[in-house]
């Protein structure tokens, strides 16, 4: 499966930006989604993930009930809405895909096996 990210850009604290992560090739419902980002000179972490076939939803602590991650099986896209962003939201978000990721290791970036390109967020203070 192909990934392209989208959706990046510039926004003003408390605001709010959707980004997507398109799939091509095999039916994308059959794959974990995750989201990560990774900012300069950090390491990357996990942010979101939605499992395969419409399953459940998990966030990193730093995002809860500020973020939504969703899919549309149909459109082959899962979205990651992102609300009250805060300049510590400032990274490169990647999307990543797996067929086979159980549940203990959604959070693991080594566990997704297909990568998109990045989509630049950047939050002014």
């Known amino acids: 499966v192909q990934l392209q990210a989208s959706g990046g850009g510039l926004v003003p604290t408390g605001g709010s930006l959707r980004v997507s992560c398109a799939a091509s090739?095999?039916?994308?419902?059959?794959?974990?989604v995750g989201w990560f980002r990774q900012a300069p000179g950090k390491e990357r972490e996990f942010v979101a993930a939605?499992?395969?076939?419409?399953?459940?939803?998990h966030y990193a602590d730093s995002v809860k009930g500020r973020f939504t991650i969703s899919r549309d099986n149909a459109k082959n896209t899962v979205y990651l809405q992102m609300n009250n962003l805060k300049p510590e939201d400032t990274a490169i978000y990647s999307c990543?895909?797996?067929?086979?990721?159980?549940?203990?290791?959604?959070?693991?970036?080594?566990?997704?096996?297909?990568w998109g390109q990045g989509t630049q967020v950047t939050v002014s203070s």
């Open positions: 939605i499992r395969r076939n419409g399953g459940s939803t």
């Open positions: 990543a895909a797996d067929m086979s990721i159980i549940l203990s290791s959604i959070r693991d970036t080594r566990q997704y096996a297909y």
């Open positions: 090739g095999r039916p994308f419902s059959s794959y974990t």
